[in-house]
Every structure is written in C-alpha cells, then in structure tokens.
C-alpha cells in the first residue's frame, strides 16, 4: 500500500510538472525552427520582426524570409503535431489499445487517395478546375478524399443508433485496403513527374504553404482540439468499460461519435495541407501515457505540445540534414517512430 501510494505521490509530481516542461520545449523547438535552415536568421532578427509586428516593411532578406516562408511553416508544424498528437490519444482511449493511431479509421488513407487522385488525373479530368484554383487544388483534394472515407466507415459503424468500435476497427482496415490499391493503380499510370510528386507528398512536406492555405486548416485542427479536450473526464470514465460508463452517465454511443468526428476533422485537415506523416500520432501519446498516466486531462494538453514539439524539431532536421534539399518530414518521423514502435511491441509481447 505504501508502494503504491508513493507511485501516485511520484505520477502526480509528473503530471504538474508536464505542462510546463513541455511548453518549454515547445518555445525551443520553435525558436530553433525559426532560426535554422538554408538562411541562417539570429536571435536578433526574429526579436525585431516581433517587435514591429506585421506593420513593419518586409523588404530585407531575412524579414521575407520570416515571415513567409519560417514562420508559418513552424506555425503549421505545431498545428500539425499538436492534432496527430491528441487524435492518437483520442484513438488509443477509443480502441482501448495503446497501439492505436488515427490511421485506423482511414482518414490519412482518404486523403492520400483524393490528393494522388489530383496529382494523376486533375490535368486530364478538371483542366479549368485546376488552373482557377491553383494552389489549392491539392488540399481541396485531399480534405475531398478524407470527407468521403468518414463518411463510409462513419455510415458502417452507426447502425440503428449504435456506434460499434469492433465494425469502426474492421471498417477502417478494409477501407485502407481499398484504397492502398486504387492509390497503386494511380501510381502505376501516372508519369514521371506525378510519380515524384505524389511520392513527395505521400512522404509528408509542411514546406510551401502560404498563410492563405494554413488559416483554413488552423480553423479547423482548433475546433477538432477544444473538442477533443473537453472529453477529457467522459473519456476516463469510458476507460472503466462501456456499461460502468453508461452506469455513470455517459452517453457512450455519443460520445464514441464525438470522438471519431472530431478527430477526423483535425487529421483530415492535417492531411490535406502536410501529406502523410507517420508514427507522430502513435508514439507521442503512448510516450505521454508511460511517463503521466492515463488521465485524459493531462495526457490530451501533454500530447498536443509533445506532438507539436516532436514535428517541429523532426521537420527542423528534414530540412537541415541534406541542405539545400529536404528530406520528406515522414521519412523522419518513420525513422525515429519504426523503432519505438518495435519496442513496443517487445515489451507488450514480454508481459504476456
């Protein structure tokens, strides 16, 4: 009893000390981001770009390089892991597996598919389409295929009212399949320059956005995060087991849809502008959990600045790594995430 009651002293200790620490971090990452790259920028030019604020003139190098090409790529990079990081949490709360992601539910996958979709057959199909919308083509496309994904797996699983996690699981699995496939045939027909392109963007890149193209997509990862942090506590209870939790008052089916809506919302929009990007959703949570405990109302805050920390740092060292040229930031995170993943699997496999 006493042992146990010192793990809960020490837990708790964590848990207080978590915001902060990763705040901190957070702050760094940033900074670093905003300094390091192929134009080296200083303390002191970041510190006077903040002082003048957007009145200033961005006439010099390194102001333009600032604020349209560093600032809101490391903007979009904490968005992007602060909603894989929380979406993974949310997941792995819903499946009651640790090992859960949020491409589970097919969401990443349709995305995948409606931006390969763009890139082979836009030209071909759409032409006019293309050249009106321009820039935008690609993210439309993307949020276009994650819609339509959810939509099916989301009809599958809400039968007669219920929303079935098991027929979720299956469904997510088979629609991933489906579209691995279609995704292979649009590689195969698709030339040598769609071929890289979508290859590039497969592979995740949070490089050439520009603030017309985040603010959308900050709008939506927002909403998705108020969202999934104020289920925090039904989420804990849901922990307990559906009828304990149906017992307690949460209406479980509810929030089983609440869940899976809100954390489509925030990958879909992550998708759509970043590309695929891997493991951020499992690792940071399952991390957040073996350090703070299962407590959703520190595991979604800590997830979400550990998530935009990890993506910020790991799209720093794709960007530094092979300078002038860039890594795709998901071969990164694959690379640090595929370990940790196979240690995961070691040590659950050893408990049993």
Not at 54 to 71: A, D, G, K
Not at 148 to 169: A, D, E, H, M, P
Not at 312 to 319: M, Q
Request: include cysteine; charged fraction near 10%; charge should be positive.
């Amino acid at each position: 009893m006493l042992e146990t009651l010192t793990l809960n002293q020490q837990r708790s200790k964590r848990q207080s000390m978590a915001i902060p620490v990763t705040l901190g971090l957070l702050f760094f990452a940033a900074l670093l981001a905003m300094v390091v790259g192929a134009v080296s920028l200083s303390i002191n030019d970041i510190s006077t770009y903040i002082s003048h604020g957007l009145s200033s003139s961005h006439s010099s190098l390194s102001t333009r390089v600032l604020f349209e090409i560093r600032l809101p790529r490391t903007i979009l990079s904490i968005a992007v892991g602060a909603a894989l990081g929380i979406c993974g949490a949310a997941m792995q709360a819903l499946f009651r597996n640790p090992l859960a992601d949020p491409g589970l539910i097919g969401v990443a996958g349709g995305g995948a598919l409606g931006a390969v979709t763009v890139i082979v057959l836009g030209n071909s199909i759409f032409p006019q389409t293309m050249d009106v919308i321009g820039l935008y083509v690609l993210p439309i496309g993307a949020m276009i295929g994650c819609l339509g994904v959810c939509s099916i797996i989301y009809k599958l699983s809400n039968r007669q009212g219920q929303f079935t996690i098991i027929t979720l699981l299956l469904a997510g699995i088979a629609v991933n399949a489906i579209v691995g496939s279609l995704i292979g045939i649009l590689t195969l027909v698709s030339s040598d320059s769609e071929l890289r392109e979508l290859t590039f963007w497969t592979m995740g890149n949070l490089g050439g956005n520009s603030w017309s193209l985040i603010f959308p997509v900050l709008i939506l990862i927002s909403i998705s995060l108020v969202g999934l942090s104020r289920l925090a506590k039904p989420l804990n209870l849901y922990l307990l087991g559906e009828a304990q939790a149906q017992h307690l008052g949460i209406e479980v089916s509810k929030l089983k849809k609440h869940v899976f809506i809100y954390t489509a919302m925030a990958v879909g929009a992550a998708v759509s502008i970043s590309g695929m990007i891997g493991f951020v959703g499992f690792v940071v949570p399952h991390l957040v959990r073996i350090l703070i405990g299962p407590d959703h109302r520190f595991l979604f805050p800590v997830s979400m600045l550990l998530g935009a920390s990890f993506l910020t740092i790991t799209d720093v060292i794709a960007r530094i790594i092979i300078i002038p040229a860039e890594l795709p930031i998901g071969l990164v995170t694959s690379a640090l995430g595929g370990p940790f993943f196979l240690f995961v699997l070691y040590k659950q496999t050893s408990r049993h």
